[in-house]
């Protein structure tokens, strides 16, 4: 099925081709993406077995030039910048002075500047959060005439390899200039998926002709947004809005692992007082993995509750998982039900349905470690 273009929405640099390939197109973040193509079961299984390709041009790009724009930026965010190696990627996000999130992100330092990536819905209010706090310690280029590609699963290597030979040295969470087929490029070895893959950013005007070279390839078909949703939980990764907003804090979300030792025992990031005191002495709730029993999967926003029937949390993402071949779901519930294995029960029209609590990620981990 190909919808017509819908009005006020903005369209990628690759609105064209989603179109000619039959991606059915809907309204997500301002822009009009496609959701599926020949179905998001087929599609996330593709993904897990062969190789993805997703448009994730309307993500925010940037650069980030300036002398000490390494320990600028990190008076926005808990993630270690200043001792980044050149060339590598760190995963941090903005927080507030409650310690809430205001959006998580991608941070990459280059030989001269660091490189930005930043989710869609946030990206306005972002890059104008850095103009407004970070102006005159440093200097932002927004990237708005680049797309950005996401290349996941475990033959993407492979057809990296053999578009761009010099992809194969990438470890993880690594950063390069390339040519793909003689398309300049960045690519970076990341990606949101739990696979190995590669995001590419790539000047708006060669998009499309990178992504026909990509899809020529016969480990390889278009993704859209359903599955990416899809094979983002089975890799217990949040979706900002959903499992991570401004209410909730780093340590809450679980994601203490993204704060170095010495930004947890120095601070100097917005709500550092309340998010060192968390990791001092504990959070009352936190972001969990939960597997529904049954067949019925649990949506965003259903009641979880002790085996008693007391409310003791909320499901933030939730849905069926192709590759776990049942339902699966994130939420948040009260620290004294967090630990794996503890048995809870999901309100699902109105009917209390056994679920417990379970490790993430689903699916297992397949980055490339070297």
């Given at each position: 099925m190909t919808d017509a273009p819908s009005e006020n929405l903005k369209r990628t640099p690759l609105d064209s081709l989603h179109r000619e390939l039959g991606g059915r197109m809907v309204p997500f973040?301002?822009?009009?993406?496609?959701?599926?193509?020949?179905?998001?079961?087929?599609?996330?299984l593709h993904t897990r077995g062969h190789a993805g390709l997703f448009d994730v041009s309307h993500m925010g790009q940037a650069r980030l030039w300036?002398?000490?724009?390494?320990?600028?930026?990190?008076?926005?965010?808990?993630?270690?910048?200043?001792?980044?190696?050149?060339g590598r990627i760190r995963y941090t996000m903005f927080t507030n002075d409650a310690g809430g999130i205001l959006d998580d992100?991608?941070?990459?330092?280059?030989?001269?500047?660091?490189?930005?990536?930043?989710?869609?819905?946030?990206?306005?209010a972002d890059f104008a959060h850095i103009e407004a706090k970070l102006a005159g310690r440093l200097k932002m280029e927004i990237l708005a005439d680049r797309a950005l590609l996401a290349l996941q699963g475990p033959e993407a290597a492979k057809v990296m390899a053999r578009l761009a030979p010099a992809s194969a040295a990438m470890p993880f969470m690594s950063i390069t200039d390339i040519k793909i087929a003689g398309i300049g490029c960045q690519a970076t070895r990341s990606g949101y998926t739990g696979e190995d893959g590669f995001e590419i950013s790539v000047p708006a005007a060669r998009a499309e002709e990178l992504a026909r070279t990509l899809l020529a390839q016969p480990e390889v078909k278009p993704i859209g947004?359903?599955?990416?949703?899809?094979?983002?939980?089975?890799?217990?990764?949040?979706?900002?809005?959903?499992?991570?907003?401004?209410?909730?804090?780093?340590?809450?979300?679980?994601?203490?692992?993204?704060?170095?030792?010495?930004?947890?025992?120095?601070?100097?990031?917005?709500?550092?007082?309340?998010?060192?005191?968390?990791?001092?002495?504990?959070?009352?709730?936190?972001?969990?993995?939960?597997?529904?029993?049954?067949?019925?999967?649990?949506?965003?926003?259903?009641?979880?509750?002790?085996?008693?029937?007391?409310?003791?949390?909320?499901?933030?993402?939730?849905?069926?998982?192709?590759?776990?071949?049942?339902?699966?779901?994130?939420?948040?519930?009260?620290?004294?039900?967090?630990?794996?294995?503890?048995?809870?029960?999901?309100?699902?029209?109105?009917?209390?349905?056994?679920?417990?609590?379970?490790?993430?990620?689903?699916?297992?981990?397949?980055?490339?470690?070297?």
């Open positions: 973040a301002g822009y009009d993406m496609p959701v599926q193509y020949e179905g998001i079961m087929a599609e996330h300036g002398p000490d724009a390494d320990a600028a930026f990190e008076t926005l965010v808990p993630g270690d910048v200043v001792e980044l190696p050149r992100l991608m941070i990459a330092r280059r030989d001269d500047h660091l490189f930005l990536v930043v989710n869609a819905a946030c990206k306005d947004l359903g599955a990416r949703d899809s094979l983002r939980l089975e890799a217990g990764l949040c979706l900002y809005g959903s499992d991570i907003d401004e209410t909730t804090t780093p340590i809450e979300a679980s994601l203490l692992w993204t704060i170095s030792k010495r930004r947890r025992a120095q601070g100097g990031f917005p709500g550092a007082a309340v998010i060192q005191k968390q990791i001092a002495e504990g959070v009352s709730r936190r972001r969990v993995g939960i597997l529904p029993e049954g067949k019925a999967p649990a949506r965003a926003h259903t009641v979880v509750t002790d085996e008693a029937g007391a409310p003791v949390g909320e499901i933030t993402s939730g849905g069926y998982g192709p590759s776990v071949g049942g339902p699966v779901a994130m939420g948040y519930v009260e620290t004294a039900f967090a630990a794996p294995g503890t048995p809870l029960q999901l309100i699902v029209r109105e009917r209390a349905l056994p679920a417990r609590v379970v490790k993430l990620p689903f699916t297992e981990h397949r980055y490339f470690k070297g």
